[in-house]
């Protein structure tokens, strides 16, 4: 499979603990997105990756989030001291820059804080 | 900042009705314009795209979507629309720096 992969799928966690997604992308892309989708809304940006450097955050990503691209490939999205109100869908996308920013979404990975 | 508005959460049609859905977007600059499925436990499919060029652009299963410039619109219309395209779906710009920002999303629902 050549898309873009996320891995868990699904993660159920405990309000309080850390959790860590995975995001493959497409081999050739060099940006990368994440977005998170709340029930009831469209996906909102959080941040985005060119190579390693990671060029802008969403004010929506507090101090408890962050996201890693250490060798420009894989990224991960480390969220610290989970809330009720990080329960949502965490995607992630990839572009290769020039083909008019058609994004390449993942499967996403649903986040349930209880 | 850029934001995009559709204006129907939910619409329910019978099969074979046509299928109109509103988007505006606000950004003052040019924008590159998406609409994206999402069927039932599936993730985000692209429909079509529109960068420049003919303002009237045709997407997969027989989705067509026209970009009038001057009322910042993407509507996204269908002339006859099947149970199978029951799903969500998400109006989208992007600029320079590819992040997209999405509206709220419309359910469609088609009875048989």
């Known amino acids: 499979d050549t898309g873009v992969s996320q891995n868990p799928r699904h993660k159920i966690t405990k309000r309080g603990q850390n959790v860590t997604f995975r995001c493959d992308p497409i081999s050739e892309h060099n940006r990368l997105y994440w977005y998170r989708q709340t029930l009831g809304q469209g996906p909102e940006f959080l941040t985005y990756f060119q190579n390693e450097a990671q060029l802008e955050k969403s004010r929506l990503l507090s101090d408890r989030f962050s996201a890693e691209r250490p060798k420009g490939s894989f990224s991960t999205l480390e969220i610290q001291r989970t809330e009720q109100g990080d329960s949502a869908m965490y995607l992630c996308?990839?572009?290769?820059?020039?083909?008019?920013?058609?994004?390449?979404f993942g499967p996403g990975t649903r986040l349930t804080v209880l | 900042a850029q934001s995009v508005s559709q204006h129907n959460h939910h619409v329910i049609l019978s099969e074979a009705a046509s299928l109109e859905l509103g988007c505006n977007y606000s950004?003052?600059?040019?924008?590159?314009l998406f609409w994206y499925v999402q069927y039932p436990g599936q993730h985000l499919q692209l429909l079509l795209k529109y960068f420049s060029g003919d303002p009237l652009v045709k997407g997969i299963k027989g989705f067509e979507a026209e970009f009038i410039k001057s009322k910042f619109s993407f509507n996204l219309r269908k002339p006859s629309v099947q149970w199978s395209d029951t799903a969500e779906y998400f109006c989208?710009?992007?600029?320079?720096?590819?992040?997209?920002?999405f509206g709220d999303g419309t359910t469609l629902t088609v009875k048989p």
């Open positions: 989208a710009v992007n600029t320079n720096a590819g992040k997209s920002t």
């Open positions: 996308a990839s572009i290769t820059p020039g083909a008019y920013n058609e994004q390449f």
């Open positions: 950004y003052g600059g040019t924008v590159n």
